[in-house]
Nanobody, 123 residues
C-alpha cells in the first residue's frame, strides 16, 4: 500500500503563502503522476493541481496564477506553493498518487491518497 505523507499546512492570513510537501517513503515518485486535491467542509473533494512524471503541470481554474506544483525527484518530494491565499482556499489538502505517468486531477484518476493536511486562511 503506497501512502504519501503531507506536511506544511497551518493557519495563514488572506494574501499570505504556504508551501505543502508530499513525501514518499519506501517507493519512488520519479515515474508517476502526483496531484493535490482539497476538500472544504460540506463540499466534494476537488483536484487543485497535478504534475506528470515528465514535469508538465495542470491546474484548476480557481488556483491558476496563485498555486505552483513542482517535484524534486532527488528528495522524492512534491510541493504545492500556495500564494495570495484566500479564505475560500480553506480545506484539507490531500496528496494523490496515480500509478501511471499521467496527471491525476479528478478523483477517478487517483490510486492512493495521503492522510491530508489542514489549511486555514483567516484573519
Amino acid at each position: 500500500q503506497l501512502q504519501p505523507v503531507e506536511s506544511g499546512g497551518g493557519l495563514v492570513q488572506p494574501g499570505g503563502s504556504l508551501r505543502l510537501s508530499c513525501a514518499a517513503s519506501g517507493f519512488t515518485l520519479d515515474y508517476i503522476g502526483i496531484g493535490w486535491f482539497r476538500q472544504a467542509p460540506g463540499k466534494e473533494r476537488e483536484g487543485v493541481a497535478c504534475i506528470y512524471s515528465i514535469g508538465r503541470t495542470n491546474y484548476a481554474d480557481s488556483v491558476k496564477g496563485r498555486f505552483t506544483i513542482s517535484r524534486n525527484n532527488a528528495k522524492n518530494t512534491v510541493y504545492l506553493q500556495m500564494d495570495n491565499l484566500k479564505p475560500e482556499d480553506t480545506a484539507v489538502y490531500y496528496c494523490a498518487i496515480r500509478s501511471a505517468w499521467t496527471c491525476p486531477l479528478v478523483r477517478s484518476d487517483v490510486d492512493y491518497w495521503g492522510q491530508g493536511t489542514h489549511v486555514t486562511v483567516s484573519s
